[in-house]
């Protein structure tokens, strides 16, 4: 990819701030920044004891699970569609 | 959910153990943690200097990322499925 199509934001995730860099817009990345944060208060309040490394690989955790799941559905769409 | 229904399958990521509870078997928890584990340590090659909690808060935000892309695109194929 050419460097000038590359879009830099920074969002704020759990207190701390990052440089996002890739061919998404703001809007996007901001949205996304959002969803982690979200998830990441969310898991806390269940476990209050969790440091923030282990509250983001649970997070992580759990985007990946969503993610699967739907690839796996994604795929059986698509074989229904084949048939 | 009945407490009998939810598994608990132990995995380990980044070198980290974590317990995680759900409907989901081993099989998937198991997966899914591997992609988590794949994934920081690609970032990590990409961006040495950053600590584990950034390079988690990253991964989540890549599946999370992925994931969105992929729920436009489920939600732009129901769409064209209406019409």
Redesign the interface.
């Known amino acids: 990819m050419a460097d000038d199509q590359r879009q830099r934001t920074t969002v704020t995730?759990?207190g701390?701030h990052?440089r996002?860099v890739?061919k998404?817009g703001p809007e996007?990345v901001e949205?996304?920044?959002s969803?982690?944060d979200d998830?990441?208060r969310e898991l806390k309040v269940s476990n209050p004891y969790l440091?923030?490394?282990?509250l983001?690989?649970?997070?992580?955790?759990n985007?990946?699970?969503?993610?699967?799941h739907?690839?796996e559905?994604?795929e059986d769409?698509k074989k229904e569609e084949d048939k």
Do not use: N, P, R
């Open positions: 995730i759990y701390q990052y996002i890739g998404d996007h949205k996304v920044a969803m982690v998830k990441m440091d923030v490394s282990k983001a690989v649970l997070t992580a955790v985007m990946c699970h969503e993610l699967v739907l690839q559905q994604s769409g």
